[in-house]
């Protein structure tokens, strides 16, 4: 599972399966001069300040903006799985696993002794928990909460309807080892990216049914009482100001780790178009700039603040509806795709903030990852004269006006973009403008921010034929696509559509535990994927972002996990 992007804040202590959805870039500003931009091969993969813990001041409270509330304090329920609400989740929820700079992992201690492959065939894992880690109400945590949130995320009982099921479908049992804080996980296929299911654990009750999957935590992350909010984090919610949108949380007092820096942190939801003002007067602490000129003028403007940057794991994208009468067709999904100058677009939203601007080409692997190659430019890479031939071949006929016709129908195109989000505004209106040359009339509906995506782009309603965000990538890029693309029910699936084949690749590809023979099975799926055209890859965008001067262990960064008992000030 990846994450979706309303927020493009980082992944941090949670599930490393998750892909976000991130709703399109906020901010205006004309596309300017690239020629200052920041060169791709000088970003690191974390762009935060590091400081040494005693470098840190004890106190303060930390301010960050976000799109929207969790839906869904359940970030593995259909209304959820924002990277707001993954970025929320990871100050209160247990994650055994922590992840470095450049993506490999370890065993996070606070939560686990070890965690280890102690056999291939079956392949197993065993994970110790630390004897110290406790729910804040008291209750350890042990095997039964992950054997409870394996048995809600595996689809073996659709009625729990998760928004994923990688690598815990895989998984043929989870059971106690010589005590309840040691698992022992044993797998039906071998999948090379278990690790990834490893963060994000949620304790029994919150799990262990339908009902108390899909509402126990609708509300927000409650004890077994249902009115308590409990943590298994460094943090815990003092507040939750639902009408307002605000979310205040406090330390921990039954956190066995490090006493946390902060005293509190606070997440409160502002509209793209006044975040940056906002941050300008010192409301919040850090942004990402969502690649907007006016939010990196706004931002250079306060005294005390910094620009951070880092390579990033946003995958920019427009989704088309395959199960629309538009787009059922996959030869004119083709045509629609091939009619996007993308260069164009990523140039539009990248070089305000002078960021490197290149075209992506493939949908499992960003450039820099091991794997990455071009799959995408010999399909549908950008041609006017072969999009308007693929649509008169298909039986449509351009007419005087520019636009095809069928039948006593026009080929129009609903392409449905946020409220308050000038850069999902700006792309949707390039795109109409492009598509035209090739006989595509695109309307554009705009929708409320906060109905986007659970009214419009879910796969329950799928209403649009054409919509742009984007997905946050992980450190596991074949198994967390994988219900993005296959099957077409899958619940990362908005486009409906899918190649039949699919399946057996990702097993195939799943089970390889050698690297290199991964990636010539991933080559395989990403060929495919990109032929089937539910998806058409537009840039990668790397992370820029306005922060305070002083703040450390916090900011944009590709992989790296956030130790939320280490953010803080410098003295």
């Not at 110790?128 to 073996?156: F, H, Q």
């Not at 059971?175 to 299911?197: C, H, L, Y």
């Not at 049914?209 to 298994?232: I, L």
């Not at 009468?325 to 004119?332: L, Q």
Request: with cysteine.
């Amino acid at each position: 599972m990846r994450m979706r992007i309303r927020h493009v804040f980082v992944i941090a202590g949670v599930t490393a399966a998750a892909v976000a959805l991130a709703g399109c870039s906020g901010g205006g500003g004309s596309a300017g001069d690239t020629s200052s931009s920041t060169a791709q091969s000088s970003l690191k993969s974390t762009g935060w300040t590091s400081a040494d813990r005693s470098s840190v001041t004890d106190g303060g409270t930390l301010n960050l903006p976000i799109d929207t509330a969790p839906a869904n304090f359940q970030i593995s329920n259909l209304d959820s799985g924002t990277v707001d609400d993954n970025n929320i989740a990871g100050t209160y929820l247990p994650s055994f696993v922590s992840y470095k700079a450049d993506g490999t992992w370890t065993a996070n201690p606070d939560y686990a002794t070890s965690v280890e492959l102690t056999s291939k065939s079956p392949q197993t894992v065993e994970v110790k928990i630390n004897p110290k880690a406790v729910w804040s109400d008291g209750t350890p945590i042990t095997e039964a909460d992950v054997e409870a949130n394996w048995k809600a995320l595996n689809g073996s009982n659709e009625a729990f309807n998760p928004l994923a099921t990688n690598v815990w479908e895989d998984i043929d049992s989870v059971k106690q080892g010589t005590d309840e804080r040691d698992v022992i996980m044993t797998f039906s296929k071998t999948n090379a990216d278990w690790p990834s299911v490893l963060g994000a654990i949620y304790p029994t009750w919150a799990v262990d049914t339908p009902d108390h999957f899909n509402n126990a935590w609708a509300k927000g992350p409650f004890a077994a009482d249902g009115t308590t909010y409990v943590s298994g984090g460094p943090f815990i919610v003092s507040k939750f100001d639902e009408n307002g949108g605000v979310l205040t949380f406090t330390k921990n007092p039954k956190w066995w780790g490090d006493t946390p820096k902060l005293d509190t942190i606070i997440f409160k939801t502002v509209s793209r178009d006044a975040v940056a003002q906002a941050y300008a007067n010192k409301e919040f602490d850090a942004f990402n700039l969502n690649g907007s000129a006016d939010n990196f003028k706004t931002a250079t403007s306060r005294s005390d603040s910094k620009i951070e940057r880092s390579l990033g794991t946003t995958q920019r994208q427009i989704t088309l509806n395959g199960t629309s009468s538009v787009f059922k067709d996959k030869t004119i999904r083709q045509a629609f795709a091939q009619s996007i100058n993308r260069q164009v677009l990523a140039q539009a939203i990248l070089s305000p903030v002078k960021s490197p601007v290149q075209v992506l080409n493939n949908l499992i692997y960003l450039p820099g990852q091991k794997g990455y190659a071009d799959h995408v430019s010999s399909v549908y890479g950008y041609s006017t004269d072969d999009a308007k031939k693929k649509v008169t071949d298909a039986g449509w006929k351009i007419g005087s006006n520019g636009y095809a016709t069928k039948g006593g129908k026009t080929l129009s195109v609903r392409f449905v973009i946020p409220s308050d989000n000038t850069n999902s505004s700006n792309v949707a209106q390039l795109v109409q403008q492009q598509a035209k040359l090739a006989g595509f009339k695109v309307n554009i509906d705009t929708v409320p921010s906060d109905d986007y995506f659970t009214k419009y782009v879910t796969t329950d309603g799928r209403d649009f034929d054409a919509t742009y965000f984007a997905w946050q990538g992980t450190p596991f890029p074949v198994s967390s696509t994988k219900s993005i693309y296959y099957p077409a029910n899958a619940g990362q699936n908005y486009s409906g559509v899918t190649d039949k084949s699919l399946g057996k690749l990702w097993d195939t590809a799943n089970s390889q535990l050698d690297a290199s023979k991964r990636i010539t099975d991933a080559e395989a799926i990403d060929k495919k994927i990109v032929r089937v055209a539910g998806t058409i890859p537009l840039f990668p965008e790397p992370y820029a972002w306005g922060a305070r001067k002083d703040l450390a262990n916090y900011g944009p960064t590709q992989f790296q996990s956030i130790e939320w008992q280490n953010v803080g000030f410098t003295k």
